[in-house]
């Protein structure tokens, strides 16, 4: 900026300004001409006010320029030449911050601005209506400050949404004026109104607005807030407090913070609030429970705050032996605001530390010598030198991020960069957890402070670590820093000259190792090989009793075991020592000492057991106790003694299981006995310790888990175990001499291999089938749980009209807070609470027809109930309910008056029999009377005649009068009543439509009415007609009074009131008493929609269950909503929803699986065309239509925004009085007066919502269209908060530098207003997306709760009015800990269409409720599983957050919380009152995709540390739950398809060698059955069906067990079974590879409904490697056995052992076709065909996706083997040595082998082999060099080979006998070993690749896999030419659509009507 302007002007822009004035901004883009500098190219013409562009703008100026461009836009209409002036600040701020415009965008920008001020100037002058332009700004100035000055308190809606408009342009206007003011000199001060000193009339705010112009709003006048704002802004005693306010006008504590320690501003505010909110929050609640109210911020809060947020910093620095460095003095006032000052020091740490926020004792570390520095200050402290103490890192606003920040970043990202986005081996890069547990060691201190740059810790490069330049340290040195705390000194000194080293992983290693399953859980383990040995032993000892185990010769056997032990725990040992080697450098030495003590010790155990066991085998020691003594005789050996003693090591451990308070205090205890005590058991960490539960919890865990296993152990033994040990002695006794093949091992003995065989799967079975007992367990005592917990109690609309009348007083008992003296207990599991509404709890009643009429009003917004429908629910409202008066919604009373006609009129008895019998309804009883009063009440007001009064009357009081006598039956003639009915339906529905034309109508009605009432039903005739008869004839001495009068009634104009008053509540009354006469039977069905039938029953379920007593809002606890966006979908564009995908839109396919709610609607908007494109659908409604029934965000912030709405409406009810509730909530909402501004003050207090919109700066600078979607939401919501990052360049020392920010922002005046923007060290995104998404936004969330929101899930009204009941769960104790976790109830909206849907509708249900029920008791294992879980916000933001965010290994992200959660001894509690929905994927490809995931993720969880630290610090029966229900699942279903595999080389090994058939002859001579029944054992594989037990109890209690049968059922006759056996191979495949490779990657399915077809290359390139393969060597496998086994063995035998593994071979193969819509239409097969030939043809190359060459694909699909390890390969290469047992066994089978066994034929195999191998060589090779010049003779050469093969096939088969048979078998013998060779060339590929071997490995892998897709093909083909066939597949795909009656054929045809 230069000191004289650069442009002169003729006329000056500011008022008598010179061109030498100084100014503050350059202009060069301007002549100096002394002509105007341009002319207007719109001179002449009349100027319209078009607005320019101020939403996309370069990133560098946006928030330095937009706020100017907006106000232009705003004014310009009525001051364009201020419009015009703001624009030209606006270019000016851009060129100052951009002069040679090298960002991006920016000369673009620059240029079309000036082009706009060009045509502008002219033009706006003469529209100024003051001399110039200062003039001008500052009247328009002053007129919004006069506006703002005069409505500044208005609390009228109206008011307040202009004041926010022109607070804003009023801020902006005085900006440019001050700049306009300074430019012009003192000739502008010539007006004679200075300009003041800057006054902020709009400072952006998130909830509280803390300037002075926000003091008048209702949230500022709301006491705990104005306690707190003065607590905080209490700066009396502080020093430098002078210093500060010569920079600041009005301070407070933060703003000293700031100075002393150099946070930045946006830090501050938005921490500054953080606080208030907490600390008003935390008064509140504290000052209810005092007598009297405070007048000041009360101790209490804060001592709250100041204990949750700082517990884990002392227990850090307990654990370390540290001395907290929080101090706090005597003096109360001073303490108070000490605290304040701690905390909030605190939370500007957490709010600065961006990825370090996963590090929370790095932050510990980072408090601990800032708030001794603080400490320091406040006490005055001077150092050595005499100077006053200052914080080492104090300076500008930036200094925390630039000098603590920034270099513990850098180390994160460099250590993140090495890991090369997740596919270098773990122990090669520290990850989050890594560098956090760094600080769990006294070691950290040695860092020093000011950190010492070239401490280790800072080192990442591994091989040559570079001395990086100590950073200079302040004036002060570190001992004069540090002089007041020598403890702090240790080791901070710098060893000069000393390399920095690596310090390697910390604590754990990540290694990739099956082993690690063992490692993490070896006690369970050596549990099941203990017992499964011990099982052995007994059964070997041919028990009969369970008591025989005592005897002294089996226990000695039996007691063999515990060597095994010994040998499992130096297994144990090795694995310690080996797994941790590379975090030996970290590791104290205690530590490793230990280590290696227990190898030790185990290495002794393991060789003094053995030894004793042998030498004292049988050499007994006995003694007899006394005569008649239970213990008779007992002996023991030596051995036995030794194994006491071995085991006197576990009796500590059982002491401190049966006690847990005493572990938990020696695991927490810093005393030297309990360190010594814990040191053997387990390694002294920061986490892990004090996990105990409560003695109760205990029990109940332990009881579940000693009955499972006693169930398990007692079927293995007698149905796994016992049967196969006579078979076992037999086959050692058989000798088998003859083998049919080569016998590699022929001195091995006692058939070792076929006891093998038959032993091995059993063993695994054994291993596995805990799963299946667990999975029967679940069920059991998950459905014993559900029913006490009350679930499905109300699940129909049956039992919902049964027992509606208890609703109020369940309503009242939940929801209506009591009254401050009296306490409400918790509902009991028996209580009875189907009470009716007490006389007491009239006010009650008022507050649920409130609440419930507000429900169903939602529900039909959304389209869920027709007009109609909404009528039959809703519940009057009135004054009368006051008085405890209440008619009951229509559809209650549907019919009832029908029913009750039909009993009276054929009645016959007396009138209290009547009435009885009437009564016994309540609601007929209700209907009738209701019925009678409202036609009293209609006739009225309808009838004004005085004559016809009195008619009316006398007839009333006659009828009344005999009902008083009990007459009414004799009086009257109840078989008229059906006439009487039928007359007044008519009546009503012509006082409903309120025609005028219709008074004749009426008339006639009434007459006809009357005379039905007096002349057929009245018997003896009606008294007031008889008296007006005989008046009459005195008056007019006629006979003929009836015929004179009945004509005349009703025919005057006068007589009736026609039409009736336009009164809102007469006419509800009218059309109620028209359906009650009208409604029949249908009104049981009401609502018809199956959603809202769902959600109303769930809600009166829920009220009935075990809920805490909602507290007032103002005492709630108050909570946020936090959920993550990339790039989903934010709303439906116009385009999307009318483009076809295959030719079906998503409108039309909306429309067609939603048919009654696109009904609902159109009659909602009131269209009367269908047609999605006409004109009377609005494009907005459209959008929002289809958006909400999609996976869309625009439908979770919806449901999200309900909790606003249902607190506010709570809120309404706790404020107000009988007369506002009777006004109703609607009209006080809409009345704009000062209680609808409170209501929104309290809900602010309450709740946030945040979006973490990772992308969305960039999208707007873009130009995308979601940016506007959610700008949108943002209008609409004007609660919601939008969080991005925002990257853009800046220039600094002449680089472009990229920066980047948090920013949080809202709408404001219809754009995106800048709340807060915190520089980041660096890009956030380093580890996992969504963890590192959610941790950049989660410094703008609020309150003490915080609930994690996905994006594909949805909220109710009705269960948003639950949360302030969920949220009382964290005030109460559980067991040994305080909830810090709250599981909530889902459920899966996305099971409505296709039976895929629906299978996994069903399981995921199964899950979350019964599963997780389970889970959370009595197992006490439930951790977070993603979702809308509530967190307590301040316990997880001081211990790392909501998630872990290390690249691969938290893969599943979620999870990990909970694991964290417990090991930092948080409790994770579930409750099943509240739900919330959520979609998930709805197509095979993508249900494989997200199985896959959740695979990879939890072969992560296995090798991680958290895992292991749960397996290893759990008791014994919790970690059984731990295992069982995390990794231990997936590695069971890992095991299942293992064992079949070995169940089917045993038998291929059994049958090849000749061993089954020799046994099995053996068997037959010596009628030996039980051999049978061994080589058939693998039947017990087959169980796994039992897994599903726990989706059928569900499904019962929620649904009913019958029709929990009838869906089982359906859902097997729909394939259920195949989806879930091909599920079974997607998860063992991903977890099973992912342990052994890596390669866990997040998979994106997308969150679209999806219907449409997959093409068969889509299918194979997903499923090929997973299921295909595998399937086909499942059928391989089963062909051989079948072929090799038919001379010995029965067809029958072989179907019982085999047929789940054909089942589950051909489910693997074919179940992505059967599950494909479309997917046997010839056309589609035809273009697949084409599409799979144009693909596996396609070379690959640089930038060919893999969906588009074969090449590419297959490279993709082994990417995880090129960053295995080298065990991981060798492992691989032994894997692929078993498809050589093919051929090894086979060729000895050839009739051309003669029956040689000679080892020579094996290797003649291979070179047959080799041989066809050049064959294809020299195929391709002639390829090569002669089909492009000599293709004849590449013809005539194929043709050569031919017949030499063909030659060569026939002269063996006439001289060696090679038949057919031979061919085949060499087929099945050499394609195995060819795909066995193509994958050990996967494995050995970095050897191989670039040579030619490669090549050929790659030519034939093409070959196979081209092979196996025509031989998948085929049959697909074949069947698609049977058209019954795709009908079929339709019919079981769209089951639940057919039965739905929605028109699915249209989309799978993609028959799209169009116009």
Known sequence: MSSSSEIVVAEPFYECASSSSSSSYNREYVSRDTRPFTRSITYG???????????????????????????????????????????????????????????????????????RLEQDEEVTIRKRKEKSDIR?????????????????????????????????????????????????????????????????????????????????????????????????????????????????????????????????????????????????????????????????????????????????????????????????????????????????????????????RFMPECLCYIFHHMAYELHSMLIDAVSMTGEKLMPAYGGDSESFLKNIVSPIYKVIQEEAMKSNNGTTDHSKWRNYDDLNEYFWSPECFQMGWPMRQDHDFFCVNIKEPKLKKAQAPTETTEEDNWEGNADEETGAASDEGRKPKWLGKTNFVEVRSFLQIFRSFDRMWSFLILSLQAMIMMASNDMESPLQVFDTHILEDVMSIFITSAVLKLIQAVLDISFT???????????????????????????????????????????????????????????MVAVAIYLLTNALDLILFLVPAIGRYIETSNFRICTILSWWTQPRLYVGRGMQESQLSILKYTLFWVLLLLSKFSFSYNFEIKPLIAPTRQIIKIGVKDYEWHELFPRVKSNAGAIIAIWTPIIMVYFMDIQIWYSVFCAIFGGFYGVLHHIGEIRTLGMLRSKFQALPAAFNHCFIPPPVKSKRSRKGLFNNRFQKVSHTEKNSLVKFVLVWNQIISRIREEDLMSNKEVDLMKIPFSPELLSGKIRWPVFLLANKVSVALCIAKDFVGKDANLLRKIKKDDYMYMSVMECYESLKNILEILVVGDLERRIISGIVDEIEESIGRSSLLEDLKMSILPFLHVKLIEMVELLVEGDEDHHVKVVKVLQDILEIVTNDMMLKGSRTLNALNTDREIEAESTELFSNVVPELFASKHSIHFPLPDSNPLNEQIKRFLMLLTIKDTALDIPSNLEARRRISFFATSLFMDIPTAPKVRNMLSFSVLTPHYLEEVTFSTKELHSSQEGVSISFYMQRIYPDEWKNFLERIGAEDSDDRSDDIKEEDLRNWASYRGQTLSRTVRGMMYYRHALKLQAFLDMAEDDDIIQGYDAIERGNDTLSVQLDALADLKFTHVISCQLFGSQKSTGHTQAQDILDLMIKYPSLRVAYVEDKEEIMTNKTQKVYSSILVKAVNGFDQEIYRIKLPGPPNIGEGKPENQNHAIIFTRGEALQAIDMNQDNYMEEAFKMRNVLQEFLGHQGAHRPTILGLREHIFTGSVSSLAWFMSYQETSFVTIGQ??????????????????????????????????????????????????????????????????????????????????????????????????????????????????????????????????????QLYLVLSGLEKAILLEAKIQNIQSLQTALASQSFIQLGLLTGLPMVMEIGLQKGFLTALKDFVLMQLQLAAVFFTFNLGTKSHYYGRTILHGGAKYRPTGRKFVVFHSSFTENYRLYSRSHFMKGFELLLLLVVYDLFRKSYRSSMAYVLITYAVWFLSLTWLFAPFLFNPSGFEWGKIVDDWKDWNKW?????????????????????????????????????????LRFFLYQYGLVYHLDISGQNKNFIVYLLS?????????????????????????????????????????GTIMALSFVCKLSLMDLIVCCLAFLPTGWGLILIGQAVRPKIEGTALWQFTRLFAQAYDYGMGIILFAPIACLAWLPIISAFQTRFLFNEAFSRRLQIQPILAGKQRRK
């Open 136 to 356: 001008e700004l500052k009247r328009v100035f002053h007129y919004y400050k006069d506006y703002i000055i005069k409505h500044g308190g208005d609390c009228n809606l109206e008011h307040r949404q202009r004041l926010i408009k022109y607070r804003a342009i009023a801020s902006v206007l005085r900006e440019v004026l001050d700049t306009v003011t300074n430019a012009a000199g003192s000739q502008a001060l010539a007006d004679g109104d200075t300009v003041r000193a800057k006054s902020d009339f709009y400072v952006p705010y998130n909830i509280l607005p803390l300037d002075q112009g926000g003091v008048h709003q209702a949230i500022m006048q709301l006491p705990e807030i104005k306690f707190s704002v003065a607590a905080v802004r209490n700066v009396r005693g502080l020093p430098f407090i002078e210093d500060l306010k010569r920079r600041v006008a009005h301070i407070d504590l933060f703003d000293w913070l700031q100075f002393c320690f150099g946070f930045q501003k946006g830090n501050i505010s938005n921490q500054r609030e953080h606080l208030i909110l907490l600390l008003a929050n935390t008064h509140i609640r504290q000052s209810n429970k005092q007598a009297h109210v405070p007048k000041q911020l009360g101790d209490g809060a804060l001592d709250d705050l100041m204990k949750t947020f700082f517990k884990n910093y002392t227990e850090w620095c307990k654990f370390l032996e540290r001395k907290s460095n929080i101090r706090l003095p005597y003096l109360k006032q001073e303490a108070q605001q000490y605290k304040i000052l701690y905390i909030g020091l605190y939370l500007l740490i957490w709010g600065e530390a961006a990825n370090l």
């Open 1413 to 1546: 029920r389970i889970l959370a008791n009595p197992l006490r294992v439930r951790f977070h599983y993603g979702h809308p879980d509530l967190f307590d916000r301040v316990f997880h933001l001081t211990r790392g957050g909501i998630s872990k965010a290390s690249k691969t290994i938290n893969l599943s992200e979620d999870v990990f919380a909970g694991y964290n959660t417990t090991l930092r001894r948080g409790y994770v509690t579930y409750h099943e009152y509240m739900q919330v929905g959520k979609g998930r994927d709805v197509g095979l490809n993508q249900i494989s995709k997200f199985e896959a995931k959740v695979a990879n993720g939890n072969s992560e969880q296995t090798i991680s540390r958290d895992i292991y630290r749960l397996g290893r610090r759990f008791d014994f029966f919790r970690m059984l739950s731990c295992y069982f229900t995390t990794t231990g699942f997936y590695f069971s279903s890992l095991i299942s398809v293992i064992g079949i595999y070995v169940f089917l080389y045993g």
């Open 1806 to 1846: 291979w070179v047959v082999i080799i041989v066809i191998f050049l064959l294809i060589k020299g195929v391709k090779l002639g390829r090569y060099y002669l089909s492009d010049n000599h293709q004849l003779a590449f013809r005539l050469s194929k043709v050569v080979l031919f017949l030499g093969v063909v």
């Open 45 to 115: 013409r009349d100027y319209t006010a078009e607005p320019f562009d101020s939403e996309k703008l370069p990133v560098t100026l946006v928030s330095e320029i937009q706020r100017f461009l907006r106000v232009a836009n705003l004014i310009e209409f009525d001051n364009p030449r201020v419009a015009y002036i703001c624009r030209f600040h606006a270019f000016e701020v851009a060129h100052n911050l951009d002069r040679n415009s090298s960002g991006r965008g920016v000369r673009q920008f620059k240029t079309s601005l000036l082009q």
């Open 581 to 639: 080697w590379n975090a030996r450098c970290t590791m104290h030495s205690s530590q490793l000492k230990k280590k290696v003590l227990k190898m030790v010790v185990a290495m002794i155990w393991t060789i003094i057991l053995p030894i004793l066991y042998s030498s004292s085998s049988k050499k007994f020691t006995c003694y007899s106790s006394e005569y008649g003594s239970w213990l008779g005789e007992w002996c023991y050996s030596p051995y």
């Open 1736 to 1776: 596996i043809k396609q070379q690959g190359g640089m930038g060919i996706q893999q969906d588009k060459s074969w090449q590419s694909w297959w490279y993709d699909e082994q990417a995880h083997l090129r960053h295995s390890g080298l065990c991981s390969r060798m492992i691989e290469i032994l894997l692929s």
